[in-house]
């Protein structure tokens, strides 16, 4: 069947923070999604993201997503394995794509060209890529024995399997797998997105295709472009690229419920290392619940990001001798739960020291919260990095791709910041009690090998 250019069905235009010019939003017949933003200047952004990533993977394709994403550049019937890049790189363009647990995504940033030429070149580019890559086989490269990788040859398979291996010699990818798998039990995001050697070793090119095929559809796209560019003129030209052939739609996964823990857990290991190393993890809200995000975004903020925070003051700046090298917070925003991260690096000597320190810190944030002081200064930072991630094409593009697909809804962004001004100190304390309580604390130790 030849590909079939779908009809608008629906066109909503929305008001964004920081934009002149309201954002249009596109839902096609087929189910693909176009979001067209005007950002005066010279730079324009096409993305596209895919609904898959880790998430739907299992013990037998674990990786596959990421390294379909490494294929998606080997060519089409139209342009051959280089094509791409080589071209549009000519013209000044940045040219990536990345896999994550909820989403994979491909993007151009170039300037938009003489009377947009750049810009059609890259979108019909772009477009071809996304529909129509061959993954040859010999891009893909033979299968494998991974314990004997020396018969490997050096293809794309064997470029992967070499990344596998760096990341297995960095400590903090080992204790932060490890943790994951304290967490999620039997939820996809247990697994590592990049797979492993025996697997990416030995998946062969027709299973890859089928993945692709599977969950590649114009349901789970969303395509994404950010420029000085009109909406209404361009329209017809992406739906024209962005011809689908019929493809069949995949049934709606089922991934298991993250329960909740009721009692603390710890695992610790050895390795190569000369300090210590901790993740101490919680499992988080759902990232469209904005509220319950936001709150926790300001507790990592005042808990451990940064010079001024608790933990770099108190466990760092003040501590008299020294035990810490590094300890600061992060959360992950997740489509099915986020999570929320405590790291520490310090001399593997202190080991029960440096995490009663750190419980110590935490403790202290849910018994007396956080002050109005503090609660204002994070609230400043957040506004302000959400200004700056509104100044470029490609933020705007990465910003609107995160909120469609993995919140599936851009409310979030549109809210952000009347959510973040209301949040109460109350609020604050309930939420941060909700989901860092220690009892509810997975906590991962790395150590040097024979301490």
């Not at 030849?2 to 010019?21: H, Y």
């Not at 909406?231 to 052939?245: P, Q």
Request: aromatic share 10%.
């Amino acid at each position: 069947m030849g590909s079939v250019i779908s009809a608008v069905v629906s066109k909503e235009e929305i008001k964004f923070p920081f934009l002149r010019v309201p954002v249009t939003f596109y839902t096609l017949e087929n189910g693909h999604k176009i979001v067209i933003a005007n950002k005066e200047g010279d730079l324009v952004n096409v993305s596209t993201w895919v609904k898959t990533g880790s998430l739907n993977e299992n013990d037998e394709i674990s990786g596959i997503s990421h390294f379909l994403e490494h294929l998606m550049f080997k060519g089409t019937p139209s342009h051959p394995a280089g094509d791409f890049d080589k071209t549009l790189e000519a013209k000044g363009a940045i040219v990536n794509a990345a896999t994550w647990k909820d989403y994979t995504f491909y993007y151009v940033t170039l300037p938009k060209g003489h009377e947009y030429s750049y810009f059609y070149e890259a979108l019909d580019l772009h477009a071809d890529m996304m529909l129509n890559p061959t993954i040859p086989e010999e891009e893909v490269g033979p299968v494998f024995d991974f314990n004997n990788p020396q018969v490997a040859e050096k293809r794309e398979r064997y470029v992967v399997i070499e990344e596998i291996r760096m990341r297995h010699d960095q400590p903090w990818t080992k204790i932060y797998n490890a943790v994951n798998k304290l967490m999620y039990k039997d939820h996809p995001y247990r697994r590592d997105v990049i797979g492993t050697g025996d697997i990416i070793s030995s998946i062969p090119r027709d299973e890859i295709m089928d993945y692709y095929k599977k969950w590649y559809t114009p349901k789970n796209m969303t395509t994404i472009i950010v420029g000085d560019v009109d909406a209404d003129k361009i329209i017809d030209t992406v739906r024209e690229k962005f011809a689908f052939e019929e493809r069949v739609e995949p049934e709606k996964l089922e991934y298991p419920v993250i329960v909740p823990q009721s009692e603390a857990q710890y695992v610790e290991n050895k390795a190569n290392v000369n300090t210590g190393f901790a993740i101490m993890g919680f499992n988080g809200p759902k990232a469209a619940n904005l509220k319950e995000t936001i709150a926790l975004d300001v507790i990592s903020l005042v808990l451990g990001e940064g010079k001024s925070s608790r933990l770099y003051q108190n466990l760092i700046e003040k501590l008299d001798p020294p035990v810490f090298n590094v300890v600061g917070t992060v959360q992950y925003h997740f489509k099915e739960g986020n999570t929320f991260f405590i790291q520490a690096n310090y001399n593997p000597s202190e080991k029960d020291r440096a995490l009663e320190l750190i419980k110590v810190e935490l403790d202290r944030i849910l018994k007396d919260s956080i002050t109005d002081e503090e609660l204002k200064k994070a609230k400043k930072k957040l506004k302000a990095k959400f200004a700056e991630e509104s100044e470029t094409v490609s933020e705007i593009g990465e910003l609107i791709g995160h909120y469609m697909t993995v919140c599936e809804d851009i409310s979030g962004y549109i809210d952000y910041l009347g959510v973040l001004e209301s949040l109460s100190i109350d609020d604050i304390k309930l939420i941060s009690n909700k989901y860092l309580a220690l009892n509810l604390m997975n906590t991962s130790v790395l150590l040097p090998e024979g301490k």
